[in-house]
């Protein structure tokens, strides 16, 4: 996008508009093939040091938002020293920094670094006086006792539960706080910490970090992420609004009421759990299902299809890398009553989800036994079935999927049900599929296009 000269002045001299920069250390083939990402999650991207370079101008002495991410690598290319590479690549970027800086000053801090090498004394020259944010995917004793050192009040907080609670004087007024999996430390210290915990929005939670049968009451938390916690429902809050869940063993639990839950994840080896809840202002649901078929099968059933009053009814599905029979993801659909926007990514559909989401013309028996005097372009009078009714937009993003599928009979079902829905006056506002290897088509416009889900 181009903007006129003065506004881009007005960009360029205005530090605070690029205080997010993101040291991104991934292959050296990608990075000469220039395959590499400008911009991630709002964050300038820097891989060499002339970018860096060009980034830390425009920063002045505002306090930085970092993000250090290493790329993860194949290990093929680990045994052949990717990792050793890549630390030395991180190392030069940090001081490169150094030097332009004088003493870096950083508003927020996040390091993801799946080899796990030690930063050292990187961070010494660094000021963390004006610290907020704190995310990091492992212990750092030497980043953890600086931070420790210089920070007033974090305001956010992720790290493994020991590093947590050896700041605990410093998260008096913490909002959002992740646990990460951890060995050696007593369940008993994190629940204490939970409960005297008032002001926190946020939670994550990672493994075995406490007990299997405890309860903690949040009453003020709005978000809440739960990654293989072997404990179902560790958490009491009557008020969240986003809740993830990643669990790795499936549960059952009597009833779960949010009334204000709008967005829910859900990853699972079926699904099942997730007739637990009733969530009547459900508005985004999005579901991801590791398992076999048949366990797909057996939990969409529990949940939805053999279930009339169940409460999980969003507006907007989304299903992921879910191996599922087609004519079930429509009975699905169709259970779904108020579901008006269907995406699913990395998961087949063939031909007989549009074949058994055709609407049917139901036309009076008794009128249909006498012969009627129809013209050449009149048409049977009755009313129709349309199976789920609101259901408006279906994008289906089958790249990467390797089973077989039979493209033609595809298309031609996908043709019959746009005809279909706009004879019964319920037409859709799109139809867009990708194939692997292919480019998107809009089956109700007829156009091919670019999209992302």
């Not at 250090?68 to 990717?82: D, H, K, L, M, P």
């Not at 020259?125 to 007033?152: H, I, M």
């Not at 049968?213 to 404990?231: I, Q």
């Not at 559909?349 to 009627?372: G, Q, R, T, Y």
Request: glycine share 6%; charged share 25%.
């Amino acid at each position: 996008m181009h903007v006129c000269r003065a506004w881009r002045l007005a960009a360029l001299t205005t530090p605070a508009l690029w205080t997010r920069i993101k040291l991104m250390v991934v292959d050296r083939k990608d990075r000469q093939k220039k395959t590499c990402l400008r911009v991630s999650e709002g964050y300038e991207v820097c891989s060499t040091p002339n970018q860096l370079s060009r980034a830390l101008q425009r920063v002045g002495s505002v306090p930085l938002d970092l993000w250090i991410f290493v790329s993860e690598f194949s290990w093929r290319t680990a045994y052949q020293g990717a990792y050793d590479t890549a630390r030395v690549d991180v190392m030069s970027l940090v001081d490169l920094m150094k030097k332009q800086l004088l003493q870096p000053r950083l508003r927020s801090l996040r390091i993801q670094n799946p080899s796990g090498f030690q930063l050292g004394d990187w961070f010494d020259d660094f000021t963390f006086r004006d610290l907020k944010s704190f995310d990091v995917d492992r212990s750092y004793p030497n980043l953890f006792k600086k931070v420790a050192k210089e920070v007033g009040n974090l305001q956010a907080l992720t790290a493994p539960a020991p590093d947590v609670l050896s700041l605990k004087p410093k998260l008096s007024h913490i909002e959002e706080l992740g646990l990460l999996r951890s060995y050696g430390v007593a369940h008993e210290s994190v629940e204490a910490f939970l409960d005297s915990s008032d002001s926190l929005t946020a939670l994550t939670l990672q493994g075995s970090i406490i007990g299997s049968n405890s309860k903690t009451a949040l009453p003020g938390l709005r978000r809440l992420n739960l990654w293989d916690v072997p404990n179902a429902w560790p958490i009491e809050s009557a008020n969240l609004t986003h809740l993830t869940i990643r669990a790795y063993t499936e549960h059952t639990i009597q009833h779960i009421y949010l009334p204000d839950l709008v967005h829910l994840s859900y990853t699972g080896d079926s699904g099942k759990f997730l007739g637990s809840f009733e969530v009547p202002a459900l508005y985004t649901l999005e579901l991801t299902i590791d398992g076999r078929k048949s366990d797909t099968a057996r939990g969409t059933r529990s949940v939805w299809i053999n279930n009339p009053n169940h409460m999980i009814n969003p507006v907007v599905f989304k299903l992921f890398g879910t191996k599922i029979n087609s004519k079930h993801l429509a009975k699905v659909l169709e259970a779904m009553t108020n579901c008006e926007e269907f995406y699913s990514k990395k998961t087949m559909i063939h031909a007989d989800l549009f074949s058994s989401l055709v609407p049917e013309k139901n036309i009076d028996k008794l009128k249909a036994k006498k012969k009627p005097s129809v013209t050449r372009d009149s048409k049977p009078k009755g009313t129709w079935r349309v199976p789920a009714p609101k259901l408006r937009i279906i994008v289906g993003d089958m790249s990467g999927c390797r089973a077989k599928l039979d493209e033609s009979e595809l298309w031609v079902a996908a043709r019959n049900f746009v005809a279909a829905r706009e004879s019964a006056s319920i037409p859709l506002d799109e139809l867009s599929l990708r194939l692997d290897g292919g480019g998107w088509k809009d089956f109700v416009t007829d156009d091919l296009e670019d999209r992302d889900i």
